[in-house]
C-alpha cells in the first residue's frame, strides 16, 4: 500500500515505487532514475546516521543544482536531519555568520567551493563532517574530517545495529520517528533589505504546499518541468518537490546566461512546464529565440511566474509570443510561505491581468487595516496569510518572528486590495512609497511605465535624498538598442506620467544586479547609483540632468 506522502521525502519514495525506472532526472549528460535518486538518497541517510547525526541537527548544502544537491536534500530529510541550503553566491564574510547561526553538523559542497570552505571560518564545535564532491584540495593542516561525496554514497549495506535494513532500498533508513510538525529546512532570505533571516519550514508547511501546488497547476507523471532557478531558492526548491512528487521528469539548466540553448533544450526534451521569475521572462523575450520557436513549442502546456511583480506590458508581450495552447499561471508567494499563497487561473488571464489571482487550496488571504480588521472589497490593506504552508518562524530570531507572525497569520508587508469577484490586486510594499515634493510615489508604477515604452528590457526605480524636493527619482535601465536614450524614454513616460513622477535621471546599464536566485538585488543597484564610477561594472551611462 502507498505512504500517504506527510513527509518531504515521501514525494521521493512514493516515485520511486510507482516509476523507478522512470527518467526523473536530466541535466546535460546525466540522466537518473527514480530508483537510482532514492538508492543514493538512503545511502547519504545511512551514512549521516552512521556518523551519530540526531534528529534536528542541521545540515548546510553548498551546491550548484545538480543530481548531488537533489540527492543531498532528501538524503538529509531521511536521516531526520533539517536540510539548510545556502546561496552558491556567498563570499566567506557572509558565509561565516551564517555557519556560526545554524550551528552545522555537516556541510555537503562541491570542488567548486572548496576555496570558500578553506577561507571560511570552520572551527566549529558542532561540525563533525564536510562533504565535498568531487574533491580535490589538499585539506591537510585545515579541517580534519572531509570526505568525497561518493564516499557517503557508494558505501555498502550498512551493518551497524541500530540502522534499519533497506528492504529493496526504498524506504526510510533511520529508525527515528519524523513528525510532520517537525523542522525540515531553515530556508534564508535574499538579505537585500536587511540581515538575511532562516525561515524555519516544517515538513507538514512544505508537504502541504506542494499539494496545493500540484493540484491547481494539474500535475502528473507526464509532466516534464524545466528548472533554471537554483534549488536554495524557495521557488526552486519548490519545482523540485513538486514535479517528484507527480512523478514527473525535471529537466535541469544552470546556463540561462545563454537563453537561446535553454529555449533548444525545451524544444528537444519536449518541456511541458516553464517557471521563472520576471527578469527570466524579460530575457527570453529580448534575448532568446523564444518567439520564432513557438512552432516548435508544442509540448509546452503552461509557464509560470512567481518571484515578485511582473509588469502587464512583459505579460502581453509573452502571451504574444508563446505557443497558442500555453497557458501563463501567474503566482504569488513568499519564503516564509513554504513557496506559494495565490495562483492567477490561466482562464482568467485577460481579463484579471494585473492581479495575483485568489489564494492557493488550503491557504487563506485577508486584506486587513492597521488595527487588523479585514477590509471591504476595493479598500487598501496589508495581507495577511494563514495556512498550513506558514513558517514556523526565523530562526533564532523570536524579536523578527513577532514582527509577522500574529493572530492574523503571517503579514507579508505587502499592501493591496480585493476586487469584488475576491481576485486580489498588489499595489507596493508598505515600506516603499517614496515621498517626492509632498507627492507619495510607488516605484513600482514608474517600472511598469517604462517597460511599457517598449525601449527597455528592465528597470529599477529609486528615491535619492534631494535637498530640495525631499527625494528624486531615479532609474536604471537596461536598453534593447543602443540607438535609445534617457529622452526617448521620458519622452514616450510624459504621455502617461505627470511630471512629478518623472525620473530626473535615467541611467543604462548592461544588465541590473541580481541576486544568484534572478530576482532584481535592488540594494546593489542603490550602491551603483550612489557612486559615479560604477567601478567593477561593465556598464554603458547616458543620464540626463532634472
Not at 545538480?66 to 556567498?90: D, N
Not at 477590509?375 to 530562526?395: F, R
Request: aromatic letters at 8%; hydrophobic letters at 40%.
Amino acid at each position: 500500500m502507498e505512504k500517504k506522502p506527510i513527509l518531504i521525502y515521501h514525494f521521493l519514495e512514493n516515485s520511486a515505487k510507482k516509476y523507478p525506472d522512470k527518467i526523473a532526472f536530466i541535466h546535460e549528460k546525466t540522466r537518473a532514475t527514480y530508483a537510482e535518486i532514492n538508492f543514493k538518497a538512503n545511502q547519504l541517510a545511512c551514512w549521516l546516521l552512521s556518523r551519530s547525526i540526531c534528529k534536528g541537527d542541521r545540515v548546510a548544502i553548498i551546491l550548484e543544482n545538480s543530481l548531488e544537491y537533489v540527492v543531498s536534500y532528501y538524503g538529509i530529510l531521511k536521516a531526520g536531519a533539517v536540510a539548510v541550503p545556502l546561496s552558491t553566491g556567498l563570499k566567506p564574510d557572509g558565509l561565516n555568520p551564517l555557519l556560526f547561526e545554524i550551528e552545522p553538523f555537516a556541510i555537503i559542497s562541491s570542488t567548486k567551493f572548496e576555496r570558500l570552505l578553506q577561507a571560511s571560518d570552520l572551527n566549529l564545535p558542532s561540525l563533525k563532517a564536510l562533504i565535498i564532491h568531487n574533491l580535490k584540495f589538499d585539506w591537510s593542516g585545515g579541517f580534519n574530517d572531509v570526505f568525497s561525496f561518493q564516499q557517503t554514497t557508494d558505501n555498502k549495506q550498512p551493518t551497524t545495529n541500530n540502522l534499519p535494513t533497506i528492504t529493496h532500498n526504498l524506504q526510510q533508513p533511520t529508525n527515528t520517528q519524523i513528525n510532520p510538525s517537525d523542522l525540515s529546512c531553515i530556508i534564508y532570505t535574499s538579505g537585500s533589505t536587511g540581515k538575511p533571516k532562516g525561515v524555519m519550514l516544517s515538513h507538514g508547511n512544505i508537504v502541504s504546499n506542494t499539494h496545493s501546488i500540484c493540484q491547481y497547476l494539474k500535475l502528473s507523471h507526464e509532466d516534464i518541468q524545466m528548472v533554471v532557478l537554483p534549488f536554495f531558492y524557495v521557488m526552486g526548491k519548490s519545482l523540485l518537490n513538486t514535479i517528484f512528487a507527480a512523478g514527473g521528469t525535471l529537466v535541469l539548466n544552470n546556463k540561462f546566461a545563454f537563453p537561446a540553448a535553454v529555449i533548444n533544450q525545451m524544444i528537444d526534451e519536449k518541456v511541458t512546464i516553464f517557471s521563472g521569475v520576471p527578469s527570466t521572462f524579460a530575457y527570453l523575450l529580448h534575448r532568446s529565440p523564444l518567439e520564432k520557436s513557438r512552432a516548435k513549442l508544442n509540448h509546452l502546456r503552461m509557464v509560470s511566474q512567481a518571484g515578485g511583480h511582473m509588469a502587464r506590458s512583459v505579460k502581453e508581450a509573452l502571451r504574444q509570443a508563446l505557443p497558442e495552447q500555453t497557458q501563463i499561471c501567474i503566482m504569488y508567494g513568499a519564503t516564509e510561505a513554504s513557496a506559494r499563497l495565490t495562483w492567477l487561473d490561466p482562464n482568467r488571464f485577460e481579463d484579471k491581468i494585473d492581479s495575483i489571482g485568489k489564494s492557493i487550496p488550503g491557504t487563506k488571504i485577508r486584506i486587513i487595516d492597521k488595527e487588523g480588521r479585514e477590509v471591504t472589497a476595493g479598500q487598501k490593506g496589508e495581507l495577511a496569510a494563514s495556512g498550513p504552508n506558514i513558517m514556523q518562524g526565523y530562526w533564532k530570531d523570536s524579536d523578527a518572528t513577532a514582527l509577522v507572525l500574529d493572530s492574523n497569520g503571517y503579514h507579508t508587508g505587502d499592501i493591496g486590495h480585493k476586487d469584488e469577484e475576491g481576485f486580489i490586486y498588489l499595489s507596493g510594499r508598505k515600506d516603499d512609497l517614496v515621498k517626492v515634493g509632498g507627492h507619495r510615489i510607488n516605484p513600482q508604477e514608474i517600472e511598469d511605465i517604462l517597460l511599457a515604452t517598449n525601449l527597455i528590457i528592465e528597470a529599477a526605480v529609486f528615491g535619492i535624498s534631494d535637498p530640495l524636493l525631499g527625494n528624486k527619482l531615479v532609474a536604471l535601465a537596461v536598453a534593447q538598442n543602443g540607438d535609445c536614450t534617457p529622452g526617448d524614454i521620458l519622452e514616450s513616460c510624459a504621455e502617461k506620467l505627470p511630471k512629478y513622477k518623472l525620473p530626473s535621471r535615467i541611467e543604462f546599464i548592461r544588465a541590473l544586479p541580481k541576486n544568484v536566485n534572478g530576482k532584481i538585488n535592488r540594494k546593489k543597484c542603490l550602491e551603483l547609483l550612489a557612486t559615479d564610477t560604477h567601478r567593477g561594472l561593465k556598464y554603458l551611462k547616458r543620464s540626463i540632468g532634472q
